[in-house]
């Protein structure tokens, strides 16, 4: 009986480790943004990715044709916090990050690298 525990134990700790290390790889392709401005206050998906790449060209200077070649998997906002900086009775919004999931890894390295 002690012998199966060990190896119930063990394919426990087996299954958690590749489960965090799925989670990791799955993360690996994401930049979080922080701070940019909601183009309405009912942003769609569409919406978020037009803000992304208008940042790309406008802010971090990346040419237009380079940014229309970028795919992204994904472009969401994080659900909206409150400042921790101010009082509840007091309390503003900031704006909510952006997730953005590219589907290469060249195209994450070049955006942190200009960030």
């Known amino acids: 009986m002690t012998k199966l525990r060990e190896e119930i134990d063990s394919f426990k700790e ?3 480790m ?11 392709f994401n930049v979080l943004s922080h701070g940019l401005k909601m ?3 009912t942003e769609n998906l569409d919406e978020s990715e037009g803000v992304v790449r208008s940042f790309l060209v406008k802010d971090l200077k990346f040419p237009q ?8 998997a994904n472009v969401h906002r994080l659900p909206r916090r409150v400042d921790a ?13 952006i997730v953005v999931k590219l589907c290469k890894m060249k195209d994450k390295f070049t955006i942190l690298k200009l960030a």
């Open 65 to 72: 044709s380079e940014v229309d070649r970028m795919h992204f």
């Open 39 to 41: 183009s309405s206050n």
């Open 18 to 28: 590749s489960d965090i290390l799925n989670e990791l790889r799955s993360k690996e």
């Open 14 to 16: 087996e299954k958690r």
């Open 85 to 97: 900086t101010h009082s509840s009775t007091n309390s503003t919004h900031t704006s909510p990050q």
